[in-house]
C-alpha cells in the first residue's frame, strides 16, 4: 500500500526566511502534484511534476521530483504572510485515478 | 462560473438520517472523485468514477452510494449516518487518461456533514 509521507507537519516561519517541505513516497510512481488549502476554502492545484528531476517555480514556492529517492521537496523563498495555509503533497499511483495524499503540511507566516 | 460545484456547503443531520450530496463539474472532465477530509485535514479518496463507470472504491461502508447520472455529475448518498461520518466532503474532477495524466485534480469547495 502506497503511503505518502509529509515533513514538517506543522511549520511557523519568519517572514523573509527560507524552508523545505519533504515528502517522501513509498512505491514507484513519476506524477506527483503539490496542493495548497486556505482554511475552510478548497484545494487549489501549486504544481504538477511528471518525471524525474522536474522541476516549477511560481513566485516563492518551487517544486522538485526525484523519483529515484521517492521524494519531492517544497521550497520557500523568503516567505510572506500571505503562503500561510496547508500544503499538501499528492502521489498518483493509476494514471490520475487514484491521488494519495500526505497528511499535509500547516505553514505559518509570522511577520 | 464556478468549475467544479457541490451542494449544500453545510450539512447537520441527526444520526440515522439519510442524506445526499450533489456534484457537477463544467470542465469537460471524464473523471470525477469523492474524498473525505477528516477532523485531522487527512484527505482520502473513496470513489472515482470514469466516464459515469465506478473505478475505484476504497474500503468504504455501504452506506455510502456513489451515483453518476452521466460524466458531469457525481453524486453521493448516505444511509444511516453516523457521528463518525462527520467530515467535510470533496468532490473532484479531472481528465485521465494515459495520455492527459498531467491533469490535475479540480476539487469543489467542500461539504461540511455534521452528525449530532
Known amino acids: 500500500e502506497l503511503k505518502v509521507e509529509q515533513n514538517p507537519l506543522f511549520l511557523s516561519m519568519q517572514e523573509g526566511k527560507n524552508y523545505t517541505i519533504y515528502c517522501n513516497y513509498s512505491t514507484t510512481s513519476d506524477r506527483l502534484y503539490w496542493y495548497r488549502q486556505d482554511p475552510g476554502k478548497s484545494l487549489e492545484s501549486l504544481f504538477v511534476l511528471l518525471s524525474n528531476g522536474a522541476v516549477k517555480q511560481e513566485g516563492r514556492l518551487m517544486a522538485s521530483l526525484d523519483t529515484k529517492a521517492r521524494l519531492s521537496t517544497l521550497h520557500i523563498t523568503a516567505a510572506v504572510h500571505d503562503l500561510s495555509a496547508t500544503y499538501f503533497c499528492?502521489?498518483?499511483?493509476?494514471?490520475?485515478?487514484?491521488?494519495?495524499f500526505g497528511a499535509g503540511t500547516i505553514l505559518r507566516v509570522k511577520s | 462560473d464556478t468549475a467544479v460545484s457541490q451542494t449544500p456547503k453545510y450539512l447537520v443531520t441527526q444520526m440515522g438520517n439519510d442524506k445526499s450530496i450533489k456534484c457537477e463539474q463544467n470542465?469537460?472532465?471524464?473523471?470525477m472523485y469523492w474524498y473525505k477530509q477528516d477532523s485531522k485535514k487527512f484527505l482520502k479518496i473513496m470513489f472515482s468514477y470514469n466516464n459515469k463507470e465506478l473505478i475505484i472504491n476504497e474500503t468504504v461502508p455501504n452506506r455510502f452510494s456513489p451515483k453518476s447520472p452521466d460524466k458531469a455529475h457525481l453524486n453521493l448518498h448516505i444511509n444511516s449516518l453516523e457521528l463518525g461520518d462527520s467530515a467535510v466532503y470533496f468532490c473532484?474532477?479531472?481528465?485521465?487518461?494515459?495520455?492527459?495524466?498531467?491533469?490535475?485534480?479540480?476539487f469543489g469547495n467542500g461539504t461540511r456533514l455534521t452528525v449530532t
Open positions: 499528492a502521489v498518483d499511483i493509476r494514471y490520475g485515478n487514484k491521488l494519495v
Open positions: 470542465l469537460g472532465h471524464d473523471t
Open positions: 473532484a474532477s479531472s481528465q485521465s487518461n494515459r495520455w492527459s495524466y498531467n491533469s490535475p485534480l479540480h
